[in-house]
């Protein structure tokens, strides 16, 4: 069973706790998933799983998103920004619509022509190549990987005495403001507002941590996807 299986299942759980009258919170949600990706990392399978495509890690020439068309891309990215808005998994709501057979209107030929191992492959840098805007694309949640750099808590300059370092890491919260439920024009929420001074507090592999504010902001520059499987 796939990670992204079983994060299928388990947002299929959460549903079937809600009709019950006991929903889980979102911090317990996020623990579950958070719990359920360590284990798939740690699973010798899904490691030898992840060597199989580490080729297809390192640069835009073997990024996933190449074989699409323009259009094809287009779809997928405003579809991915429509679900990140409202704090969906993309790839789970893929997922439930495969297993119910629903359409999935235009992202459907994700499903005819590229299927789920082609899904797995597609990670957040990848999505970052391609995005104009990523404060509206992607954004962080608790288990993600990514990589600061020490210009976040020091002056650090290209050529300097002080150079720019990368340190992995892991984003153990999230804190967003809330957006707007619609604008008095009556159009949709706009993406951008409830980014505004969003932070997240990041654990890295000594187990010291860091709360990053403006995350999706002015410290932009000062981290990034990991390109790892």
């Given at each position: 069973m796939t990670q992204l299986e079983i994060e299928a299942a388990l947002d299929a759980a959460f549903r079937q706790c809600e009709l019950f009258s006991c929903p889980l919170s979102s911090q317990q949600k996020q623990i579950l998933l958070q719990a359920v990706q360590e284990f798939t990392q740690n699973q010798p399978e899904a490691n030898n799983h992840g060597n199989a495509g580490k080729a297809g890690c390192n640069g835009q020439a073997d990024n996933p998103l190449n074989p699409l068309t323009v259009e094809e891309r287009q779809a997928l990215l405003t579809f991915i920004q429509r679900e990140e808005s409202e704090n969906r998994s993309w790839k789970t709501t893929l997922l439930n619509d495969w297993v119910q057979e629903r359409d999935s209107g235009s992202v459907q030929f994700i499903r005819d022509r590229y299927g789920v191992q082609w899904l797995e492959q597609v990670k957040p840098f990848h999505l970052a190549q391609y995005a104009d805007d990523q404060r509206e694309l992607i954004r962080l949640k608790a288990g993600d990987r990514i990589e600061v750099t020490?210009?976040?808590w020091e002056w650090v300059q290209e050529d300097g005495p002080?150079?720019?370092e990368w340190f992995p890491?892991?984003?153990i919260d999230v804190r967003e403001p809330p957006n707007p439920a619609e604008s008095?024009?009556?159009?949709d929420p706009v993406v951008e507002?409830?980014?505004n001074?969003?932070?997240c507090i990041v654990r890295f592999d000594t187990g010291a941590e860091y709360e990053i504010q403006g995350v999706y902001?002015?410290?932009r520059p000062n981290w990034?996807?990991?390109e790892e499987n």
């Open positions: 020490n210009g976040l002080c150079s720019r890491c892991t984003v008095e024009t009556g159009e507002t409830g980014l001074n969003a932070s902001d002015w410290n990034r996807w990991i």
